[in-house]
């Protein structure tokens, strides 16, 4: 079992910053890929990026040149920087971890990210 814990959501007005944290814990060993989906109110979870073990990074194509994802492999830790933040990205955000050739088998509680016009 994998346990995954974020931190870092919160209310910013447009246009400002945030940095989500998802530090893992357990079996890490058999995790690869790490990364972040959002669930806004009455839309269905959505994939916002991933990054494997060895750095390799994926986006949807909406926040592409705005957030960045990242991970510190010694401290079993993945992060979001979220740049210019837009209304539109206000949801919950959930940290997910996966082997290879799976789909996300583990989940974070979830951090409400919240984006003022």
């Known amino acids: 079992q994998v346990q995954l814990v974020e931190s870092g959501g919160g209310l910013v007005q447009a246009g400002g910053s945030l940095r989500l944290s998802c530090a893992a814990s357990g079996s890490i060993f058999s995790i690869n890929y790490m990364g972040w989906y959002r669930q806004a109110p009455g839309k269905q979870r959505e994939l916002v990026a991933y990054i494997a073990t060895g750095g390799t990074t994926t986006y949807a194509d909406s926040v592409k040149g705005r957030f960045t994802i990242s991970r510190d492999n010694a401290k079993n830790t993945a992060y979001l920087q979220m740049n210019s933040l837009k209304p539109e990205d206000t949801a919950v955000y959930y940290c997910?971890?996966?082997?290879?050739?799976?789909?996300?088998?583990?989940w974070g509680q979830g951090t409400q990210v919240t984006v003022s016009s």
């Open positions: 997910a971890a996966w082997r290879p050739s799976r789909s996300p088998e583990y």
